[in-house]
């Protein structure tokens, strides 16, 4: 019904970039979309998500400034600019779906996300 492919994933220095793209493969709309992190050993993270209707996003506290949730509505992928990496920054980032709109309460949880990508590594080094 949904599959989400992420690509863009790799390694990088500490202040450097990555890009990560989503695409969304559905004959139907979702309403929210978010990406996570998960790093050996922790539990995963919500790190951005956004209301694909009317582009409200929302970033945890760990990232905002540096990382910018965006969305190509034509190409149907959803991306993650990742500026100024850190070590701590290094996961496994995953792309999320539902058809739900999520309130803000619920845009960083995971078990609010029905659909899941197969995930990309991202590793910064310092």
């Known amino acids: 019904q949904v599959q989400l492919v992420e690509s863009g994933g790799g390694s990088v220095q500490a202040g450097g970039s990555l890009r990560l793209s989503c695409q969304l493969v559905?004959?139907?709309?979702?309403?929210?979309m978010g990406w996570f992190r998960q790093a050996p050993g922790k539990d995963r993270e919500g790190v951005a998500s956004?209301?694909?209707?009317?582009?409200?996003?929302y970033y945890s506290d760990s990232v905002k400034g540096r990382f910018t949730i965006s969305q190509d509505n034509a190409k149907n992928t959803l991306y993650l600019q990742m500026n100024t990496l850190k070590p701590e920054d290094t996961a496994m980032y995953y792309c999320?779906?539902?058809?739900?709109?999520?309130?803000?309460?619920?845009?960083?949880?995971?078990?609010?996300?029905?659909?899941w990508g197969q995930g990309t590594q991202v590793t910064v080094s310092s």
């Open positions: 999320a779906a539902t058809f739900r709109l999520l309130g803000p309460a619920s845009l960083l949880t995971s078990s609010q996300y029905n659909y």
């Open positions: 559905s004959g139907y709309t979702v309403s929210t």
């Open positions: 956004i209301h694909t209707h009317e582009g409200y996003t």
